[in-house]
């Protein structure tokens, strides 16, 4: 990884970087400060000699998020419409105001839309003059495969428990180290379960299990109210517990496939409380090891 940040920014401070990159697996804290170093060393006026200065205005402004020519695009609860994508590029298409480079980051990107997609492709295959663009992701085949086969992939190995504990900085120690084992060992989910509160979590996977085990519909409305963020968490976590079932041979693959189809159906802007109950009626019918 070391090795290949370094190319990356060489050919940063060259000037032959990428028009496009997608950054996928490990931290997106991580993601972002290296999207952030290479705005820097694109647009900073006093290089030296290992990267940028960081006290020149436009490193100053860059590491504030106060830059005129660093674009930020993000999920607005759960996707990247493309209304925002539209919005988007009428920046990106103005005449540069202040930096020598312009660099959108966008984050989650697995969360645009199919027409936001198709909307960012079409600045991709024609990029204004000194653009660069950096995809954030968990995971790059959640990308347009028109997308990602024009991208450079660099890809971001997951750090250790010891490392995220160090980068999660001030949390609780033992809530991180239990966010951190939830997940699976998914930086990203980890920070979402501490965000969220663990305790609310274990709550609420404990009250689903028991209207699956027991086969309860009625059970299943002291689960609501529930939003699109809070429903996509429970329902990665749950793709975890299944997959370690998996392994060992206590949950059967189609409890996995349940909850996969789940977090695709939840992205298409379907009603998330609809999203939990089918997800539970499935599984009532098949009688998985979650209903034993």
């Known amino acids: 990884m070391k090795r290949q940040l370094e190319h990356l920014e060489k050919a940063a401070s060259e000037r032959r970087l990428a028009h496009l990159l997608l950054f996928h697996g490990g931290s997106s804290l991580h993601q972002r400060e290296v999207a952030l170093r290479l705005a820097q060393i694109l647009n900073c006026s006093k290089p030296i000699s290992n990267g940028p200065c960081q006290s020149?205005?436009?490193?100053?402004?860059?590491?504030?998020?106060?830059?005129?020519?660093?674009?930020?695009?993000?999920?607005?609860?759960?996707?990247?419409?493309?209304?925002?994508?539209?919005?988007w590029q009428e920046k990106v298409n103005l005449k540069h105001y202040e930096g020598i480079y312009k660099v959108s980051i966008i984050e989650q990107a697995e969360a645009l839309t199919i027409p936001a997609a198709n909307s960012l492709l079409k600045v991709i295959e024609e990029p204004p003059e000194r653009t660069v663009i950096i995809l954030s992701a968990d995971n790059a085949e959640g990308i347009l495969p028109t997308i990602q086969s024009r991208a450079q992939l660099v890809y971001f190995p997951n750090l250790s428990e010891?490392?995220?504990l160090k980068e999660v900085g001030d949390e609780d120690r033992h809530e991180a180290i239990q966010a951190f084992r939830l997940s699976g060992s998914n930086q990203n989910l980890a920070t979402e379960i501490l965000k969220h509160g663990i305790s609310t979590l274990q709550e609420w996977l404990e009250k689903f299990g028991i209207a699956v085990q027991e086969r309860d519909f009625l059970k299943l409305f002291a689960l609501f109210p529930i939003d699109k963020n809070q429903a996509n968490l429970y329902l990665q976590v749950m793709a975890v517990q299944a997959q370690a079932g998996i392994r060992n041979g206590t949950i059967r693959p189609f409890d996995l496939l349940a909850i996969g189809k789940a977090v695709d159906v939840l992205r298409q802007q379907v009603n998330p409380r609809l999203v939990i109950e089918v997800l539970a009626l499935e599984l009532f019918q098949q009688g998985g090891a979650?209903?034993?």
């Open 162 to 164: 010891e490392a995220w």
């Open 56 to 87: 020149c205005s436009s490193c100053r402004k860059i590491l504030s998020g106060n830059h005129p020519e660093v674009l930020w695009l993000k999920p607005l609860k759960t996707t990247i419409g493309i209304e925002q994508v539209l919005k």
């Open 290 to 292: 979650l209903c034993d």
